[in-house]
């Protein structure tokens, strides 16, 4: 019996296997498929999590980039730095997930990959997680199995707090025209925005959209966005996948187990940046369990606290931006992108260093004045 099993093998699965296994405990790590396996994502990475971990990220990081053009409707482009900050890494999932697995191994986690979990029982003490390989059992679980696994379901997390998200990617392996710029354009898509991350042997190109509203042709919007980069999005294998985005504080903690990751609903509202916080809540995931296999009853309802304050405390801030900037775009990026400070705040707070909340109330005044004839 393992002290703990982890279903998914992603950021937040990969983190929590790490600090459990370097703290000695027996970890199995369930995935369904084999490693290394493609993810759909834009694969930009901040540098803040180097401060969760005691190795080098390097061999994992295709790029690293400190520069972001930003465009509107493909047309009126800022060119921005982000000077003083640790530049953003650009990672291929299937390499990045893969590696931070394997610095779990290495601390004695235990992979089986390609292994589906079919179903889960609680016995006395204990959780039974039943494969086609047989069953397993470990004291505690943690569900990381992402936005479309089925593991909360089956612990009872019927109804979520979160708001669904939608978005569209493609890999274009293929010669680059510009490996110096994360591109973003606003505009052409409605309550979202079009990414392109470069990497050293291609682009990763894609489409969300994070409020809901009208139905919108996702794939035609993208097609004419990549003929910019000399890349035929319909030529190359498109992944659509949801984006459980945070809508409020919930609880992440039953019996013997937690959610951590997409699972738990932990994406940025705003800008849906999902693997810093899916690794936060691994790192937090793995704390809270070591803890409780100590003998700290508490340990569980706290990590649904932790989660909930040192995440959710700042998305509130970044859901109240989100909906001021998404209703209107073009006030947005008007008076908001096209000021240099814009980039410089949001590179801090993806590094770490700043929160939502210090920026947020003032942004959102100067967007809410942009709508007042005469103002803005």
């Known amino acids: 019996m393992y002290d703990c099993i982890i279903v998914g093998a992603g950021p937040a699965g990969g983190a929590a296997a790490y600090h459990l296994a370097k703290r000695g405990r027996s970890v ?59 530049p953003i890494w650009m990672v291929r999932r299937d390499v990045f997930d893969h590696f931070l697995v394997q610095q779990a191994q290495k601390q004695g986690a235990e992979l089986r990959d390609s292994t589906e979990v079919a179903g889960i029982e609680f016995k006395s003490d204990r959780w039974q997680v039943n494969t086609a390989a047989g069953p397993v059992e470990g004291r505690y679980l943690i569900a990381a199995d992402g936005a479309k ?44 925005y079009i990414w392109n991350f470069p990497k050293a042997d291609g682009y990763s190109i894609g489409i969300g959209t994070f409020r809901g509203g009208e139905p919108q042709n996702l794939r035609e919007i993208v097609t004419e966005y990549a003929n910019m ?115 410089r705040r949001m590179g801090k707070i993806l590094a770490g260093e700043s929160r939502y909340g210090d920026v947020a109330a003032t942004a959102i005044k100067r967007l809410s004045s942009g709508l007042i004839p005469g103002r803005g």
């Open 28 to 86: 199995l790590i369930l995935e369904k498929e084999s490693l290394p396996r493609y993810k759909p994502c834009g694969g930009g990475v901040s540098p803040a999590i180097a401060a969760w971990f005691d190795f080098d990220f390097s061999p994992a990081i295709s790029l690293r980039i400190n520069s972001i053009r930003y465009t509107w409707k493909m047309d009126d482009p800022v060119e921005a730095k982000l000077e003083n900050q640790e």
């Open 149 to 192: 696994g089925p593991m909360a379901k089956w612990l009872g997390f019927k109804e979520r707090k979160r708001r669904m998200g939608a978005a569209l990617e493609a890999e274009a392996m293929t010669e680059i025209k510009d490996e110096q710029s994360i591109h973003f354009d606003f505009g052409m898509v409605n309550n979202g």
């Open 229 to 343: 980069f000399g890349v035929n999005f319909k030529e190359i294998k498109q992944y659509g996948h949801p984006l459980c985005l945070w809508d409020g504080d919930q609880k992440l903690h039953t019996q013997n187990a937690l959610l951590a990751g997409e699972a738990a609903c932990v994406v940025d509202p705003f800008t849906a940046e999902g693997i810093r916080p899916s690794i936060f809540s691994g790192v937090k995931a793995a704390e809270a369990i070591n803890a409780a296999l100590a003998g700290d009853r508490n340990a569980l309802e706290n990590y649904t606290q932790v989660i909930n304050q040192e995440w959710g405390s700042d998305m509130v801030w970044a859901q109240r931006l989100a909906g001021v900037f998404y209703r209107v775009p073009g006030v947005g990026y008007r008076l908001g992108i096209k000021k240099p400070a814009a980039t």
